[in-house]
Nanobody, 129 residues
Framework: QLQLVESGGDLVQPGGSLRLSCAIS????????IGWFRQAPGKEREGVSC????????FYADSVEGRFTISRDNAKNTVYLQMNSLQPEDTAVYYC??????????????????????WGQGTQVTVSS
């Protein structure tokens, strides 16, 4: 059973940075996509970024392009989301999720993550002065 555990959420001032971690265990396939999603109070869950295990391709939502960077450390079985130039509108619970697939693409940021089979418990990011 694939398990994901997020960490790194915190309170940060506007313009600040955070790095979220998603520790992954229980792999059952060599091919999967790991996505980061977020959900703010009263809003739908939205895709932020995703990375493919097959070709390491990465994709970003327009709202975070140029500010957030997704990466992976295979030795640690961990996917990171480096978030820079944070703004109050980035405030949300951030989740990492996994879907077993040999494919990649921005499609895996769409549909509120309904394609993903495995989810972490979430980590709170609050951007406020």
């Amino acid at each position: 059973q694939l398990q994901l555990v997020e960490s790194g959420g915190d309170l940060v001032q506007p313009g600040g940075s955070l790095r979220l971690s998603c520790a992954i265990s229980g792999f059952t396939s060599d091919y999967y996509v790991i996505g980061w999603f977020r959900q703010a109070p009263g809003k739908e869950r939205e895709g932020v970024s995703c990375i493919s295990s097959k070709d390491f391709s990465t994709f970003y939502a327009d709202s975070v392009e140029g500010r957030f960077t997704i990466s992976r450390d295979n030795a640690k079985n961990t996917v990171y989301l480096q978030m820079n130039s944070l703004q109050p509108e980035d405030t949300a619970v951030y989740y990492c999720a996994a879907v077993l697939t040999p494919y990649s693409g921005s499609y895996y940021l769409e549909n509120r993550g309904n394609e993903y089979n495995y989810w972490g418990q979430g980590t709170q990011v609050t951007v406020s002065s």
